[in-house]
C-alpha cells in the first residue's frame, strides 16, 4: 500500500510538474520508502530471519537420500579356480564325524600323498558358482539422523541467530535515524535559502529605490554622479547576489528531491518556506546516561553484537565436548548382496547410534576457545569506549544547542536595531541630514541582520534535532 501511494505521489509531480506543497513528514516518508540502505538493511532483516529458521531445524531430525552407479568391466569371482573340498561321515563307535580318506590296505591307516591325507571323497565347489556378475553396481540410502547431544553449539546458534535478527532491526532503525536527519538538514537548507531568496529580492527593491530616488536627485543637481555610482554598485551586487541564491535555491531543491526519491527536477514546494519564524523551544538538557544508552540504536546493536560474541564463545567449545547422534537408515543395493548377489534390489533397515569424543588436537581446539573470548573482550572495550563518546558527544550537543539558543535571540536583538537603523537613516537622508552612504550601510546592516537571523534560526532548529537524534529522543 505505501509504495502504491508513493508512485502515485511520483507520478502527479513528474506527469503535472506542478509545485506541489509538501510537509517535513511528507518529506520524511518519501525518503524513507527510497532509501536503498534502509532497502538493504531491511532485506538483512529478512535474511536473519531465515537463518534464525535454518539454525532451528537443527534440533529436528535430518533426512538424506543418497544414490549411486558404478560400472565394472569385469565379473567378480570369490576363487580362482574350482576348489574340492573333503567330506566327514558320522561315527557311530566314536559319536562324531570323520574325514572320509583313503586307506592304505598295506597298512590299514589313510594314505598320505606327500604329507597330505588323500580324501575318498571330495564336495566340488565350482568357480562359476562363486563367480558374481558386478558389471551394474547401484545402491541407495535412506537416511535419518537425530542430534542427541552437540556439545551445546545448536542451543547456542539458535541463540546467536536470535539476536542476530534483533541487531538487524536495531541497524536498520540507526539507518531510518540517520536519513531522516539527512532528509531534515536537507528540508531546512531549502527554507533558509527560500527565506534569505526573499530578503535578497527585498534588498535589490530597497536599493533599487534608493537608486532612483539618487538619479532624481542627480537631475535636479542634489546629489553627484559618485553618489549614483556608489548606489549603481551596489545595486549590480544585489542582483548578483540574488543570483547565487536563487541558484543555490535550486541546487537545496534537487538535493531534497533527490533524497526523497523524486527526480530532481521535481517543484516542490515546502510548506515552511513561508513561515516569518519557527516556534523552537529550548530542549531541555537534563538527561540520564542510562536512558539515553537504552534508547541509542547504534549502542543496542554493540551490546547485541558483545552478546553474540560470547555465544561464540559457547560454540567454540562446543568443538571440546562429546557429540551423540541416532541414526537409522534404509539401504537397498544392486546386485542383491543380501541373497547370493542377484541382478536384483534387496533392502534392509538398520539403527545406531554415533558417539565422536575429541581426545587429543594438540591445543588446536582450546586455542580456537582463546581466540573467541578475545574477541568477545574486544567488543566489550568497543561498548565501553562507544559510551565514553556518546557521553562527550551528548554534552557537546547539548552546549551547541544552548549557544544556538542564545545566538538566535541575539540576531533578533540585531535585527530590531537594524531595522530602526534603516529608518532613522531613510528619514534623515530624505530630510537632507544624511548621506547616502549612511543610507547603504544602514541597508547593508540591515541586510546582514536578516540573514543572520536566518542563519541562526536553521542553526538552532538542526541543533535541536541532532540533540534529540544523539539522546536517542527522534521523533518519526
Known amino acids: 500500500m505505501r509504495s502504491i501511494i508513493l508512485t502515485l505521489i511520483c507520478t502527479l509531480f513528474a506527469v503535472t510538474g506542478l509545485a506541489q506543497v509538501v510537509t517535513l513528514d511528507s518529506c520524511r516518508y518519501m525518503a524513507l520508502n527510497n532509501n536503498k540502505e534502509i532497502k538493504q538493511a531491511s532485506l538483512a532483516i529478512e535474511k536473519a530471519g531465515y537463518q534464525r529458521k535454518e539454525a532451528a531445524a537443527a534440533y529436528l531430525p535430518q533426512f538424506d537420500f543418497s544414490a549411486g552407479y558404478i560400472y565394472n568391466s569385469r565379473k567378480m569371482s570369490l576363487i580362482k579356480e574350482d576348489q574340492m573340498l573333503p567330506t566327514k561321515s558320522f561315527n557311530l563307535q566314536t559319536g562324531a564325524y570323520d574325514y572320509n580318506l583313503v586307506i592304505d590296505p598295506r597298512t590299514g591307516a589313510p594314505l598320505q600323498v606327500n604329507g597330505q591325507y ?86 535589490v527593491e530597497l536599493v533599487q529605490k534608493l537608486d532612483d530616488d539618487v538619479k532624481a536627485m542627480v537631475g535636479e543637481g542634489v546629489a553627484t554622479r559618485a553618489n549614483q555610482l556608489a548606489v549603481d554598485v551596489k545595486l549590480n551586487e544585489a542582483n548578483v547576489d540574488m543570483t547565487k541564491v536563487d541558484n543555490g535555491v535550486t541546487l537545496s531543491r534537487m538535493l531534497l528531491a533527490q533524497l526523497c526519491g523524486l527526480p530532481v527536477n521535481t517543484q516542490m514546494t515546502l510548506a515552511d518556506e513561508g513561515r516569518d519564524e519557527l516556534n523552537i523551544a529550548l530542549a531541555p538538557t537534563n538527561y540520564n546516561l542510562d536512558e539515553v544508552y537504552s534508547k541509542r540504536h547504534d549502542v543496542r546493536s554493540l551490546e547485541l553484537a558483545t552478546k553474540i560474541y560470547d555465544k561464540q564463545v559457547k560454540v567454540a567449545r562446543s568443538e571440546m565436548m562429546p557429540k551423540l547422534a541416532a541414526v537409522a537408515a534404509l539401504h537397498a543395493t544392486n546386485p542383491n548382496s543380501y541373497n547370493g548377489f542377484e541382478n536384483r534390489f534387496g533392502a534392509a533397515f538398520s539403527v545406531g547410534a554415533m558417539l565422536k569424543v575429541p581426545l587429543w588436537h594438540w591445543g588446536g581446539l582450546s586455542n580456537k576457545v582463546k581466540v573467541a573470548q578475545v574477541e568477545a573482550n574486544v567488543k566489550r572495550l568497543e561498548l565501553d569506549e562507544a559510551k565514553e563518546k556518546i557521553a562527550l558527544q551528548i554534552s557537546q550537543a547539548a552546549f551547541r544547542h544552548q549557544e544556538a539558543y542564545k545566538t538566535f535571540d541575539a540576531t533578533k536583538a540585531n535585527l530590531a536595531q537594524a531595522d530602526e537603523n534603516l529608518r532613522i537613516a531613510g528619514i534623515a537622508f530624505r530630510e537632507g541630514m ?6 547603504l550601510a544602514a541597508q547593508t546592516a540591515w541586510l546582514k541582520a536578516n540573514s543572520e537571523k536566518i542563519d541562526a534560526e536553521i542553526d538552532l532548529q538542526m541543533t535541536r534535532e541532532f540533540l534529540d537524534k544523539v539522546m536517542g529522543n527522534m521523533s518519526y
Open 118 to 203: 588323500v580324501p575318498s571323497t571330495v564336495a566340488l565347489l565350482p568357480k562359476s558358482g562363486l563367480t558374481f556378475n558386478i558389471h551394474n553396481l547401484m545402491g541407495g540410502a535412506l537416511t535419518v539422523t537425530q542430534p542427541i547431544y552437540m556439545g551445546g553449539k545448536i542451543t547456542a546458534m539458535n541463540q546467536i541467530t536470535e539476536l542476530a535478527q534483533q541487531l538487524a532491526n536495531e541497524m536498520r532503525e540507526s539507518k531510518v535515524e540517520d536519513v531522516i536527519y539527512n532528509v531534515d538538514a536537507a528540508y531546512w537548507q531549502v527554507v533558509s535559502l527560500c527565506a534569505k531568496q526573499k530578503l535578497a529580492r527585498s534588498y
Open 434 to 439: 544624511g548621506t547616502i552612504d549612511e543610507v
